[in-house]
């Protein structure tokens, strides 16, 4: 049995590389979580740490994960996200007038539960679906240098793409979430900034 989190739930979001390392921490607020999808929220100076030198470690395997801390700025954002799907589907905000500024697919490993929250792998291209519902591929010369260099495999490589596809046919046909209202929601309140949920020690 599956033990949900509740909306409002401050959950750890961690990014995890192709040798199973953290390289990557954000805290999320839970807005749904079900058997169907899961729908997190970023909120504007949300403390994280990141690994930002992807491509230097690539080309230098001994090159150690550089987790700076930093805070999420200058948007707001809602990821959802499906059971065994390669992406995740964002509704970003402009902070601080909060105006909708666009879709974004995130490419990405399906999600994986853990007991504090999510763990995932970005997997560098991804989408940008502007607000006419028009849309580009955002980093692909970045995500063909990773795969001249061996770090995606051809099959993986494909996959990706793919994945990037098959959440544009959820934009051209009309599905959730593009058909929902996102762009117009707000978070609770009280919600505020979240802290870490557990301590990075036990990460």
Do not use: H
């Not at 990557?24 to 100076?45: H, I, M």
């Not at 200058?74 to 990821?79: A, H, K, V």
Request: charge should be negative.
């Amino acid at each position: 049995m599956v033990d949900y989190f509740l909306p409002g739930e401050v959950v750890m979001l961690r990014g995890i590389d192709q040798k199973d390392q953290v390289d990557f921490l954000c805290p999320n607020r839970v807005v749904e979580d079900s058997a169907e999808r899961t729908v997190l929220y970023t909120a504007v100076g949300s403390p994280l740490k990141g690994r930002w030198n992807l491509m230097d470690r690539v080309l230098d395997p001994t090159m150690p994960i550089n987790l700076s801390p930093k805070e999420w700025r200058d948007t707001d954002f809602i990821s959802v996200s499906y059971p065994g799907e390669m992406y995740s589907i964002w509704a970003m905000w402009k902070m601080p007038e909060r105006r909708f500024q666009c879709w974004y697919i995130n490419i990405e490993s399906p999600m994986k539960r853990t007991k504090n929250g999510f763990d995932t792998e970005d997997l560098t291209l991804d989408v940008v679906v502007r607000p006419d519902l028009s849309w580009y591929w955002k980093d692909e010369d970045d995500f063909e240098k990773l795969v001249n260099l061996g770090y995606y495999s051809e099959e993986l490589a494909a996959d990706i793409r793919q994945a990037g596809l098959d959440a544009i046919s959820r934009l051209e046909s009309g599905s959730e979430p593009f058909s929902e209202p996102w762009p117009d929601w707000f978070p609770d309140a009280s919600w505020g900034v979240p802290e870490y949920p557990v301590s990075l020690e036990e990460v």
